[in-house]
């Protein structure tokens, strides 16, 4: 089985020895974005651990990802490029085209939520098995049980799709909060990413309309308590949101007594 590397050239060079260089990813639509799109190499087996090694300190230091995913599949350099280059545009229902960052670690871990079933099996196509290192520095694989099934297909998201991918940004910052905080937050960027998703949809529907607030919201819930709106402060606090005063700055300076005194109300509740 023949491994690959996608490199993002622009968050950091490469320095791996015993790869070797098959080209940038270049959707045909989009020319202007040649520049920007990964870079696939065939990586040696010698060399995958060190790969492994360096994606794992640049990670440990904060660096943005520039060691994207190691793939395994047996086909042709050229079919492989083809494929991946159909992914960097996504059709949306406000655009034709977006430019879509699928291979960055930190969108890809959340796709595997975010896509339908037979998205990811068009995404993954001839690709046996995706490896990437998630937010947790944990390597998780992404396998594929048909690789040589059906067609490969341009994405298109749907409305749902498209507010979870631009929500991304608030969904990791909530989940590191949620982790730095909380020792029993899940570690896997699926299962908690799907949460707080959901979690943000439902503070938009009570109707917060700034994205702050819906952050704020959520670490109440997932921090305080799970039904921290129906406690009568926390609701009239998103009621007063409604009418235009920021749930942050209604809430953002209540003492930590009065949230352990709410947590405590509604865990009594709970029992009675």
């Known amino acids: 089985m023949t491994s690959w590397l996608l490199h993002d050239h622009l968050n950091g060079p490469l320095e791996c020895e015993g790869v070797e260089f098959v080209g940038a990813l270049r959707p045909r639509r989009r020319p202007d974005l040649h520049a920007l799109t990964p870079h696939l190499y065939r990586v040696n087996e010698s060399a995958i651990s060190h790969v492994r090694e360096r994606a794992e300190a640049m990670s440990r230091h904060g660096m ?14 050229v079919v492989l490029q083809e494929q991946l280059s159909r992914f960097c545009l996504a059709a949306t229902p406000t655009t034709r085209w977006m430019y879509c960052r699928f291979f960055d670690p930190r969108v890809m871990a959340h796709l ?38 059906g067609s490969v297909l341009r994405l298109s998201l749907d409305e749902d799709q498209l507010r979870h991918l631009e929500a991304l940004p608030t969904i990791r910052e909530c989940l590191t909060q949620w982790r730095d905080q909380d020792p029993q937050a899940p570690m896997d960027d699926a299962e908690a990413g799907r949460h707080i998703a959901e979690r943000l949809t439902h503070a938009r529907q009570r109707g917060l309309q700034d994205e702050r607030d819906r952050l704020a919201l959520v670490l109440h819930e997932l921090l305080v308590h799970p039904d921290i709106l129906q406690h009568p402060d926390v609701a009239h606090a998103v009621v007063m949101a409604k009418e235009g005063t920021s749930y942050r700055a209604v809430t953002s300076n209540w003492p930590q007594a009065r949230w352990e005194s709410i947590q405590e109300q509604l865990t009594n509740r709970e029992t009675t």
């Open 112 to 149: 595997r939520w975010i896509l339908m079933p037979e998205q990811r099996q068009s995404l993954l196509g001839k690709i046996r098995c995706w490896e990437l290192l998630n937010s947790s520095r944990h390597w998780i694989s992404i396998s594929n049980q048909a690789p040589e099934a």
């Open 64 to 77: 943005p990802p520039a060691l994207c995913a190691l793939l395994r599949a047996d086909v042709d350099p």
